[in-house]
């Protein structure tokens, strides 16, 4: 069974389901998004992130749209060059329209096979002189085929089906919010183990994607998953210290509140103790009255004594107002090695 775009993406082309889907088997279909069949693995990560609903399992289409099922694998076969699809990051940080992309993409593609056609018919002449040097090859033919990397050319069954569960199992439990380290900390070592098993069915440590689907699309599809593991698990050796960045924040933030309610409750207070007699006999608040005020017996001691607890009050705040600094400095500190990481991941995707 394999999943089929349909009509709610005419209108859409949100292409949310490209950033999450771990074998990247979305292209572009000129007027909508096209799952290829084959690369199809049912892992169901796309169906929940489509904003329009426009992705089913092809038993679950719903009968106005079955004629989508056709569209989706009759694009597959019929277009000699598929356009792989661009994810929403991508078209938003090019400033391009999703539909201009979308139509382009397979413009392009169909202009490609016209133009390399006269290419690939001026070897045919020449495919009939070339028996006799073909007989000579034929020894080193074996040679070239035994220099090849030794190894499997399907990825190992079980391996894959296993990494398949664990992926949407750290999904699921990413959008919960209950992703622990320990579990994050599997899925890169299932990663490890894919990869491991990649360079042993190539013969090498580095390849890319080009070198894998050459050999098998299973390899291709592999390297996908490892991928899908390392980003779904990115991070998340950072979720507890942010946790315990933000709680220690919310205290600062709570300690400085409350301190300072205190702290203007006791202004007011010393405010009226100042101001009392002058306001009450109808005195102009005139420096010379504000000071007779101050130091008249009765009130000289509880001005000092409230003065004296502002003061110290206003040094615990500040206190808290560094506390909330640093406690934000931490937090940002935490945010930036998380986005280094996750640029790392991207840059190394790149460049393979």
């Known amino acids: 069974m394999t999943y089929v775009v349909a009509e709610p993406c005419l209108s859409t082309i949100d292409r949310a389901c490209v950033e999450v889907c771990p074998v990247a088997c979305f292209y572009e279909g000129g007027d909508q998004l096209i799952i290829h069949p084959a690369e199809c693995v049912d892992c169901d990560a796309c169906r929940p992130a489509c904003p329009v609903a ?10 106005q749209w079955r004629s989508f099922i056709a569209k989706n694998a009759d694009f597959v076969t019929k277009t000699p060059s598929l356009v792989r699809a661009k994810t929403k990051t991508e078209v938003e940080e090019a400033h391009q329209d999703t539909f201009a992309v979308c139509r382009e993409a397979v413009a392009q593609a169909a202009a490609a096979p016209v133009a390399a056609a006269p290419v690939e018919e001026r070897p045919a002449p020449a495919a009939a002189p070339a028996p006799a040097a073909a007989k000579k090859p034929e020894a080193p033919v074996p040679s070239k085929v035994e220099a090849k990397p030794a190894g499997p050319t399907v990825l190992a069954p079980e391996l894959y089906r296993k990494g398949l569960d664990l992926l949407r199992e750290v999904v699921a439990l990413q959008e919960a919010g209950r992703l622990t380290a320990e579990k994050a900390r599997g899925a890169e070592q299932m990663a490890k183990d894919l990869r491991a098993e990649l360079a042993k069915g190539m ?137 280094q990481k996750r640029l790392g991941l991207r840059t190394a995707e790149a460049e393979s």
């Open 203 to 339: 013969g090498k440590e580095n390849f890319n994607l080009a070198d894998l689907e050459k050999k098998s699309i299973t390899f291709r599809q592999g390297e996908e998953l490892a991928r899908g593991l390392l980003r779904a698990s990115e991070g998340t050796e950072f979720e507890h210290a942010f946790r315990v960045g933000r709680q220690k924040l919310m205290e600062s933030v709570g300690g400085l509140a409350v301190l300072g309610v205190i702290t203007a409750f006791i202004g007011w207070m010393t405010a009226r103790i100042v101001l009392a007699k002058p306001l009450s006999l109808g005195l102009p608040l005139t420096p010379s009255v504000l000071a007779n005020a101050i130091l008249d017996p009765e009130n000289l001691p509880l001005f000092a004594a409230f003065s004296a607890l502002g003061g110290i009050l206003s040094l615990f705040c500040l206190g808290a107002l560094f506390a909330v600094w640093r406690s934000g400095q931490g937090l940002l500190d935490i945010w930036r090695r998380r986005e």
């Open 54 to 63: 426009a992705i089913f399992p092809e038993a679950e289409v719903p009968e």
